[in-house]
């Protein structure tokens, strides 16, 4: 698993149309949840997850998965806590990377390697975009995952790894 620096390491369209939006949306803080318009994103439905958060403790409770990452994970996630779930990556700190995104009212983009519950391997690029909600706190995350050619993602990660020397974390 890995964190982007910056957009310009994205490869994925769909994670790129989606920061554009966070970024025209954002007006000095966070978008609200009312600035999205999911018709504009047709096309990208089946790879978004919209999460509530919740504090003390912090916890994310996903409220909407696309159909695309239900296929690609194997499970339904939806109406379940992150901290409840079976990790299908328990080395990847998913939680932790909400607490940033959470934390620096910002955008959190990346690459990630994910074992599926059938067995199988794949690595996809993400990205987690805080929202508010009416108010200044922020009450969502609207989440996108990118697998591509299910096929080829895990050769993407292992070049992404020797390119930036990342172990995989």
Same mark, same amino acid.
């Given at each position: ?9 994205? !490869? ?16 000095? *803080? ?11 994103? !047709? *096309?990208?439905?089946? =790879? ?18 696309? #159909? ?7 499970? =339904? ?5 992150? *901290? &409840?779930?079976?990790? #299908? &990556? ?26 599926? #519950? ?6 996809? &690029? ?6 508010? !909600? ?10 996108? &995952? ?8 895990? #050769? ?7 390119? *930036? ?5």
């Amino acid at each position: 698993m890995g964190i982007y620096e910056g957009i310009e390491q994205v !490869k994925s369209p769909m994670v790129r149309r989606l920061h554009a939006w966070w970024m025209a949306h954002r007006r000095g *803080d966070v978008p609200d949840r009312a600035d999205f318009d999911p018709a504009a994103f !047709k *096309d990208a439905l089946p =790879n978004i997850l919209l999460c509530d958060v919740e504090l003390d403790p912090f916890r994310i409770r996903y409220r909407l998965a696309g #159909t695309r990452v239900i296929e690609a994970t194997g499970f =339904n996630i939806i109406g379940r806590y992150l *901290d &409840e779930m079976m990790p #299908t &990556e328990p080395e990847a700190p998913w939680e932790d990377l909400y607490r940033l995104s959470y934390d620096r009212r910002a955008p959190v983009l990346g690459v990630s390697e994910c074992t599926t #519950t059938a067995g199988g391997l794949f690595a996809h &690029e993400y990205a987690l975009f805080p929202l508010r !909600k009416g108010g200044p706190e922020i009450a969502q995350f609207l989440a996108i &995952e990118d697998y591509g050619d299910l096929a080829s993602t895990l #050769t993407d990660l292992v070049e992404w790894r020797a390119r *930036d020397g990342a172990g995989g974390s």
